[in-house]
C-alpha cells in the first residue's frame, strides 16, 4: 500500500496540540511532508522556549504515522520558528541548544576495518572545527571543489544538522528526488553531489532535535542517498565534539580528518579537542588549516595579521601533524561564498582559489600516505 501525504495529514489531525488546543495540523505546526520509500520525513513547529515539554507531542506524532500501513518508519524533528500558530511564550523564542556533548576522551576506540563502508565512495574525509565561526564550511565546500578541480568525483555531505549551510554555499534550491522512492537522489552543482538537511527543512527554521534523531538522520544522509561513483566524500562535520562527530568517527571508515581553526590561542585551544577525539576513535589527522590566516588592505596591498598568524602553523608541528595553509581573511571569498558561488567555481584562476586547490592537493596526497601506511601495517602471510 502506498503512503500519501493526504493519509499522513489526516493521521497527524487526531493529535492535539499544546495544552489540547486544538490538533497540530489546523494550528499550523506540521512542516511540508516528505515521504521517500515508505519512509515519511516532516517538522512540528514549536515555541523554542516550550522545546523540553514538547517531546511528548513529538512521540504522538511519530506513533500515529508509523501506526499507518504502508509506513516503514517516520522521523519526525521539533524545530522553532518566530510564530508557531499563536502559542508563543512571552519570552523571545530562540533555538534551544543541542545535548551537551560527551567530552571526547569518553570515547571508546575503533578500528576502520570494523566499519561499514558506502558502496560506491572509495574514500571519506571530514572536516571539522573544535569550535563554531571559524569558516569550516567555507573551507570544506571550497576544498571539496579543489579535490573536483584536481580531477576527482567529489561528493558533500552537510552533516551539520543543526545549521546546514551547504544548500547556500553551493546555491542548491528544492527537494531532492527519489530513485524508484527508495532512495534520495543527491543534488548537484559546480560539478559535486550534495546531500544536506536544508533541501528537507527550511533554511530559516531550527532544528531542536536530541543525540539519538541527529545520528540516525546522518546514517540515512550518508546510506540511503545514491551517491553513484564517487573517489571521494567530503563531510562538512558539526563545530565541536558532540554526537555527530563520533557517530561519524566510530560508524564510518574515515580516510582522515581536516581540521580548520583561526591563529588565535582560543580557537586553538579547541582544535584540539578536535585533534584529540580523532586521535583517540583512531581517525588519520590529515592536517590543519589556518583560516582567516592574514588581511591584505585592498587599496594598500598591507598584510595585517588580526587574529594573529602562524598559531596554527605551529600547534602541527607541535603535534606533528600536517600544516596544509594559510587561508587569508579575504573580502571576495565572503561575497563569494554568501552568493552561493564559492571562489574555487567562480574565480577558478585567482589566489584564493589556488590556495584552496593546492590544500587539496595535499590532502589527497595525505589520504594516499594513510592507505600506504595501513597496508604496509597488515603483516602478509607466506605459505611454504
Keep these: 500500500m502506498s503512503v500519501s501525504k493526504e493519509i499522513v495529514i489526516e493521521r497527524l489531525k487526531t493529535v492535539n496540540g499544546p495544552d489540547f488546543t486544538g490538533n497540530i495540523v489546523d494550528l499550523g505546526m506540521v512542516s511540508d511532508i516528505f515521504i521517500a520509500d515508505s519512509k515519511v520525513f516532516f517538522s512540528i513547529t514549536v515555541p523554542a522556549a516550550r522545546a523540553q515539554e514538547m517531546e511528548p507531542l513529538r512521540a504522538a506524532a511519530e506513533r500515529v504515522v508509523k501506526a499507518i500501513p504502508g509506513v516503514a518508519s517516520a522521523m519526525v524533528a521539533l524545530t522553532a520558528e518566530k ?46 572545527s573544535g569550535k563554531g565561526g571559524v569558516g569550516k564550511s567555507t573551507t570544506a565546500v571550497n576544498l571539496a571543489l579543489g579535490l573536483a578541480a584536481n580531477g576527482l568525483k567529489v ?14 554555499l553551493l546555491n542548491i534550491h528544492g527537494r531532492p528526488q527519489t530513485v524508484d522512492g527508495k ?135 607541535r603535534l606533528g601533524v600536517t600544516f596544509l595553509g594559510e587561508v587569508p581573511l579575504e573580502m571576495g571569498i565572503r561575497e563569494s561564498s554568501d552568493a552561493g558561488a564559492p571562489v574555487v567555481a567562480s574565480k577558478p584562476e585567482g589566489a584564493e582559489a589556488k590556495i584552496y586547490r593546492d590544500i587539496a592537493s595535499k590532502v589527497w596526497k595525505r589520504v594516499q600516505e594513510e592507505r600506504g601506511a595501513a597496508e604496509a601495517a597488515v603483516p602478509s602471510i607466506v605459505f611454504e
Design 183 to 317: 532512495v534520495l537522489k543527491p543534488m548537484q552543482n559546480y560539478g559535486l553531489k550534495v546531500m544536506s538537511m536544508g533541501f528537507l527543512v527550511d533554511e530559516e527554521t531550527p532544528m531542536i532535535w536530541r543525540g539519538p534523531m541527529v545520528m540516525s538522520a546522518l546514517t540515512q544522509m550518508l546510506r540511503e542517498v545514491e551517491w553513484g561513483s564517487l573517489d571521494v566524500l567530503v563531510v562538512d562535520m558539526p563545530p565541536g565534539t558532540g554526537d555527530a562527530q563520533l557517530t561519524m568517527a566510530q560508524q564510518v571508515p574515515l580516510a582522515g580528518a581536516v581540521i580548520v581553526s583561526t591563529p588565535q590561542d582560543l580557537a586553538l585551544i579547541d582544535a584540539r579537542k578536535g585533534l584529540n577525539m580523532f586521535k583517540k576513535v583512531d581517525v588519520p589527522l590529515l592536517g590543519i588549516v589556518e583560516n582567516m590566516s592574514y588581511f591584505l588592505a585592498p587599496d594598500t596591498g598591507k598584510r595585517y595579521d588580526i587574529f594573529g598568524h602562524g598559531g596554527a602553523r605551529r600547534e602541527a608541528e
Design 83 to 128: 510564530k508557531g500558530g499563536g502559542m508563543e511564550a512571552p519570552v523571545q523564542p530562540r533555538p534551544a541548544p543541542p545535548a551537551a556533548p560527551r567530552p571526547a576522551p569518553q570515547a571508546p576506540a575503533s578500528q576502520s576495518h570494523g566499519k561499514r563502508g558506502v558502496p560506491g565512495i572509495d574514500a571519506i574525509i571530514a572536516v571539522a
Design 155 to 168: 561528493g558533500v555531505l552537510d552533516a551539520d544538522i543543526y545549521g546546514p549551510s551547504m544548500p547556500r
